[in-house]
């Protein structure tokens, strides 16, 4: 080894560096975390991340709510239709057919517009959404979005 050798003079300087400093090679080579750049980056593409999937749980949570209106109008009619069977007349009272079993679903509110001996209508809300379910069956008049005897319509 030739004392003028590039090797040899990087050897000699590593000898005679204090022990607190480090090469050069070593601080480019270490890194410990991530830059102020990078975690920026992070969030911004989990905020569009986010952004986009709000919207689309708003809708999920919205058909929920208009399948638990259809859900309770279903069991309203066969209530209805099983305290038809007892009394010979349809009822226009929701506590009359407590007896058959019939409860409505936390948020949701029936309204029985009309029941008589020979078909009924009832409109269904919900108290988070602005959408509507109606249904009716027999003689009674439409009402709401109702427009097919026997369907649940909504809007």
Not at 19 to 44: D, S
Not at 55 to 69: Q, Y
Request: net charge neutral; charged share 20%; aromatic share 6%.
């Amino acid at each position: 080894m030739r004392v003028g050798d590039n090797k040899t003079r990087s050897l000699l300087h590593e000898r005679n560096m204090k022990k607190t400093e480090l090469p050069e090679r070593v601080h480019r080579g270490a890194r410990n975390g991530f830059t102020l750049i990078e975690l920026l980056i992070a969030v911004v593409i989990v905020g569009l991340l986010a952004a986009l999937a709000v919207p689309r749980l708003s809708v999920v949570r919205e058909n929920a709510f208009v399948a638990t209106m259809k859900s309770d109008l279903r069991h309203f009619s066969q209530s209805e239709e099983s305290y038809f069977y007892d009394n010979a007349v349809y009822t226009a009272s929701l506590v009359n057919l407590s007896s058959t079993g019939f409860a409505t679903t936390g948020d949701v509110t029936l309204t029985v517009a009309e029941a008589t001996a020979t078909g009924w209508a009832v409109l269904a809300d919900h108290s988070t959404t602005s959408i509507q379910c109606a249904l009716f069956v027999g003689t009674a008049a439409p009402v709401g979005p109702a427009s097919t005897q026997g369907r649940i319509d909504c809007s």
